[in-house]
């Protein structure tokens, strides 16, 4: 029998309040959502103007106060304030500095809901800012645009009036600020500002406004302040580590008498940077991500300097794994010997935002598996276990529970499949590529499927409505039979195929109507994933994913798409593309097991996904299209570890089609167009199509092809944002046509949107692709005029 999960909360006897001595413990950031993700529906309910900014601010207020008296409960020592966002921590530091665009119309004062969400979002009549990846995690933040005649100005109190709110709670917390070199460092020169702009110019102008809201924190009564500078490692060069030392040189007679923590997560910080950030003289503390940095740990115990603290993020923060507390006590006992016991801190590698929220509301899980984890709450507990360990009191106990449910995962056979890891090492002789190369594939597809110049597609997913989510939670649990379910999904494929045709779409898909969400659907079908109830976390603004747990050896026991995808194209003679998540994907937006190499886990999944390919194919499907959206997100953060990441993952998605007729066209799909430096990677990936997120930075994209780069497969750069609930005319959409034109042979282009249309309503996806089509329709009729 599997042992009980550890218990949520340390013994009462132990409690914050029954034991006031806390230890030394620390947290990054916690999950902003809620266990029931209360903050996304608050949001939605006020966007959709069903409520109050009153409503939104009671939801808001009441998660923030239960998020730190479960941390004071559990013993957390340093407890972070300002780590909550109504989008993103990024546009709350643009809020705070007064850095909002010239197109918001904002003129001055505190900023408002109304344009802090119209940067976030848009709105009726200009569009949002860009949104990126937080460096390779799943979330997005909101890119600064910045230009050399911006004004800074304390903007948003945001971060006083929280630390203010958690005081009257009597929580003394650590308020957390993004720093304002790493802001800088992920700021973008705003449209039409000179190439030679660097936003770290800016830095004088900014530390103004940083050091009027460090004075209200200190008059206020805080003693400790974190700034999270992430960008340190990266590979910088001189003259951005050179920021840093002025930066917090300039800031030092603002900081006196506070506490200062510079953190810092997701990888080792490279020794000249470790060597930049130990000198700050302002600075008391350092924080490290020490899981996924073990590089770090040999420059800590090469040399730390004498009386600083050492914030040791030895709990996983990423992942949903209970940690190892046995090995995390002797990583932290080796420190304690370099830093000294009253100057080491025990933390979590980086923010909790990015792991899910509470194993408390699992009570689906198998019990076996749940034994196996730990969620935020439960982490925030491990960090405490560890550091009254390290105090000398040890929660034997505890500490059993946690060995013997790591011993139960590494002996279970639910873990291990032979003939899997058999297969998978056998992929390593051969590079998987397809017999012949994209130009003769694409002129063998084009005799036979037949398509006008500038095709039209969209990604796949067409609005999820009400009732379709009805349907699915009402089959999930019974309620109707598999024949009522089969004809309402049925009924939901056939709409969409019929809006398509009318549109005059030339490559239609089936709408996604059965899928919850594109790695979850695959994973249900696939051995060796579990799945969590109420396991969600934020991607952006409100949206949340529940990533699955892959616990185990992946295999595919039976075809997943093939029933409807042969259903839909039995509706329509025109193509109908079949819709897979590709393995990389598959991989990046799941919890991964951590007891084998990450590229050993995708290679699995690769030949899963091959077999489908396959059974698509033999089906009569002739599009198949294999979604890459996170290829890009998962390449290391270091330069040096970028080719060995490129190799295993290009060549993942290469194995699920290389066995593939030269008819049967291939598509994928990416988010997020920052493809510069890898835009090689991309072009090995051979696929016949790519369609790519790109309207929020059109410009990104196109100067890879601007600057030579030969791409001869067939690419759709999105040619608007679905992340927007604005309408785009066939104008703008024309115009993006023909700017890629520019740069893009006529032959090679697709034109479509950004990416799926699931999280939009109808309402408003019908206009957007009347307007589509119709643009593709007029510059054919130009180029065939032209000719």
Known sequence: AAPPPPPRC????????????????????????????????????????KSSAEDLEKVATDLRASIWKQMADAGIKYIPSNTFSYYDQVLDTTAMLGAVPDRYSWTGGEINLSTYFSMARGNATVPAMEMTKWFDTNYHFIVPELAPSTKFSYSSHKAINEYKEAKALGVDTVPVLVGPVSYLLLSKAAKGVE???????????????????????????????????????????????????????????????????????????????????????????YG?????????????????????YLFAGVVDGRNIWADDLAASLATLQSLEAVVGKDKLVVSTSCSLMHTAVDLVNETKLDDEIKSWLAFAAQKVVEVNALAKALAGQKDEAYFAANAAALASRRSSPRVTNEEVQKAATALKGSDHRRATTVSARLDAQQKKLNLPVLPTTTIGSFPQTVELRRVRREYKAKKISEEEYTNAIKEEISKVVKIQEELDIDVLVHGEPERNDMVEYFGEQLSGFTFTANGWVQSYGSRCVKPPIIYGDVSRPNPMTVFWSKMAQSMTARPMKGMLTGPVTILNWSFVRNDQPRFETCYQIALAIKKEVEDLEAGGIQVIQIDEAALREGLPLRKSEHAFYLDWAVHSFRITNCGVQDTTQIHTHMCYSNFNDIIQSIINMDADVIT??????????????????????????????????????????????????????????????????????????????TNMVEAAKQIRAELAKAQ
């Open 692 to 769: 790519i997120e790109n309207s929020r930075s059109d410009e990104k994209l196109l100067s890879v092809f601007r600057e030579g780069v030969v791409y001869g497969a067939g690419i759709g750069p999105g040619v608007y944002d679905i992340h927007s609930p604005r309408i785009p005319s066939k104008e703008e959409i024309a115009d993006r046509v023909n700017k890629m034109l520019a740069v893009l042979d006529t032959n090679i282009l697709w034109v479509n949107p950004d990416c799926g249309l699931k999280t939009r309503k109808y309402a408003e996806v019908k206009p957007a692709l």
């Open 10 to 49: 340390s013994p009462p006897s132990l409690s914050a309040s029954a034991h006031p001595g806390k230890m030394a413990s620390h947290i990054v950031g916690y999950p902003r959502m809620g266990p029931k993700r209360e903050l996304k529906f608050a949001l939605e309910s006020f966007w959709d103007g």
């Open 288 to 308: 490290f991500d020490l899981e996924r940095g073990t590089k770090t740990l040999e420059l800590v115990k090469s040399g730390f300097p004498a009386g600083k």
């Open 195 to 285: 190439k030679s702009f660097s936003p770290l110019s800016l830095l004088s102008s900014i530390l103004p406004v940083y050091k009027e809201v460090i004075a209200e924190l200190k008059a206020a009564g805080a003693s400790w302040i974190q700034f999270d500078e992430p960008t340190l490692v990266k590979d910088l060069e001189s003259h951005q580590l050179s920021a840093f030392s002025a930066a917090y040189a300039e800031l030092e007679s603002a900081l006196s008498g506070l506490n200062v923590l510079v953190e810092t997560y997701f990888a080792d910080v490279p020794a000249d940077s470790y060597k930049t950030l130990t000198s700050l003289s302002s600075v008391t503390a």
